[in-house]
């Protein structure tokens, strides 16, 4: 479980976020809210702390922050790894994989052949089903259900389309090389029709995985509503290796139309700023959302790592943990229809923080300035400052002195920037130490920010979430400090509120 204690030899064992017990995880799969529970499937290897073996691992949660582990779901075998994929509740028990009186959920998978089986170094799609409510589950016998003979088609998310067009399932998933999403229609989720292909289209530096597709609405109105496409690519992010980006527009049960398209085709690399992105942090990755979420909520979690040195951070016996859960929205900002994200979780149920340290009304100058009472390795930090003469102005959070990650605005630049150059272990991997960026504007004046603090991670949430930036770091078990900092001037914390969650 999450919210257990760190020791001395596992000092990054996050308090807020998921980690499997001692194997190695990566992207989240069949994500799900099914009979009361929130699902949380993802790749894991069961044998090692390193990418291999790729299974099917498996926790369930009641309030998207206290997970338990189970067993693993779905396991390779001799024949293929078990690659990313998505859950449906068959309800109308469409697959015939249970009874018109206790339906199905269905996995859709992407099955990876081995050498020397019937389809070597294929990738396709194949089935499994569970009757006890995603515990267990049985391989259909046969799979696969869709193969396009190629060596990168992969993770395939299924949604319920209920439209115009009619009523059936609609799988996304990428060629992944290509740039391209294929979307594919099916009655019973073993004979799949193809619809349409998407793209490519803005980023494209990296191949294409885990797309998603759902509709939101704008603004909160369910008679304005907009289908949003997520596609993560590897690498290619706007600071460097794994990333997320999406497009709004429309889909009429067959083809899906992006109104936020920057670029067609291959992109112009100058323009990688103006793309949509899920986040700007170098850790946030393989993001989808969850079905059958109560009250139509969109929730979404991201694999917290970068390609770039995944096998390599420095956790034992585990390694990588899994984003927050967000609740994202749909907002109309000036013309332009935004991804908006919030943590979904209610901390309460982690217990009763510790008292909060606040301060308001104060204006800080050159240098850094440490709040006395305010260290801890597990907080949310909520500030709201307006800027003065300073060139720079931010926190400092996981600080000693001589470590810490500076989390800073630049307005004349109109950036958000998190430092981690001086953030604890960083030499286990040349591209982990950076200063990485994202455009952001002022809010009556004002800039407004909620960083949740994890003993391995720091997510940004800046502008009541218009902008999101989420970071690993490992820094020191004793360095706990939290600073405010200016450079070249002045500015003004109108308020910061910091509580305490371990």
Not at 9 to 31: E, I
Not at 75 to 97: A, H, K, L, P
Not at 329 to 343: A, E, K, P, Y
Not at 455 to 462: L, W
Request: hydrophobic share 35%.
């Amino acid at each position: 479980m999450t919210a257990a204690s760190a020791t001395t030899a596992d000092t990054f064992r996050p308090a807020l976020h998921y980690t499997a017990r001692n194997t190695w995880l990566n992207d989240p799969n069949g994500l799900i809210h099914h009979e009361g529970v929130y699902h949380l499937y993802y790749q894991n290897n069961p044998l090692d702390n390193v990418w291999g073996n790729m299974s099917w691992g498996h926790a369930t949660s009641p309030d998207l922050i206290t997970w338990t582990e189970h067993p693993v779901a779905i396991s390779c075998d001799g024949e293929e790894d078990i690659f990313s994929g998505s859950i449906v509740f068959d309800r109308d028990n469409t697959s015939g994989f249970g009874t018109d009186s206790a339906p199905p959920l269905v996995a859709v998978y992407t099955s990876a052949f081995k050498p020397g089986t019937a389809h070597p170094g294929i990738q396709a799609q194949s089935l499994a089903y569970s009757r006890d409510g995603g515990y267990t589950w049985t391989k259909h016998t046969a799979n696969p259900v869709l193969n396009r003979g190629s060596a990168e088609f992969r993770d395939p998310k299924v949604i319920r389309y209920d439209g115009d067009a009619g009523s059936y399932w609609v799988m996304v998933a990428v060629e992944a090389t290509d740039f391209q999403v294929v979307l594919y229609k099916s009655e019973d989720l073993k004979s799949w029709e193809l619809l349409s292909t998407f793209g490519p289209a803005n980023a494209t530096g990296g191949v294409w995985e885990c797309p998603d597709l759902f509709l939101l609405p704008v603004d909160g109105d369910p008679e304005n509503l907009q289908w949003v496409l997520t596609v993560n690519l590897n690498p290619g992010g706007p600071n460097n290796g794994s990333a997320g980006q999406y497009f709004v527009g429309d889909f009429d049960g067959t083809t899906f139309t992006s109104t936020t398209t920057v670029t067609e085709g291959l992109q112009d690399p100058a323009r990688l700023g103006d793309y949509q992105w899920l986040d700007w942090g170098r850790d946030y990755y393989a993001a989808v959302s969850f079905s059958d979420v109560p009250d139509g909520r969109r929730l979404m979690i991201g694999w917290m790592n970068n390609w770039q040195y995944a096998n390599e951070i420095p956790t034992s016996p585990w390694r990588s943990p899994m984003s927050l859960v967000r609740e994202v929205s749909l907002r109309n900002d000036d013309g332009i229809l935004r991804l908006v994200q919030q943590v979904a979780a209610d901390l309460a149920s982690l217990g009763e923080p510790t008292p909060s340290f606040s301060l308001a009304a104060v204006e800080i100058s050159d240098g850094q300035h440490l709040l006395g009472g305010a260290a801890g390795s597990v907080q949310r930090i909520e500030l709201t400052v307006t800027p003065g003469t300073a060139e720079e102005f931010g926190l400092v959070v996981r600080g000693d002195g001589a470590e810490g990650t500076r989390i800073g605005i630049r307005p004349t630049e109109s950036r958000i920037v998190v430092d981690r150059r001086e953030s604890g272990q960083t030499d286990f991997h040349g591209s982990f130490a950076s200063i990485d960026t994202a455009p952001i504007r002022t809010t009556d004046g004002s800039y407004e920010l909620t960083v949740y603090v994890d003993r391995c991670s720091v997510e940004v949430f800046a502008q009541e979430g218009q902008v999101t930036l989420t970071e690993l770091i490992f820094p020191s078990s004793t360095s706990t400090d939290v600073s405010l900092y200016a450079a070249g001037g002045t500015a003004t914390i109108n308020n910061l509120t910091i509580t305490q969650y371990a």
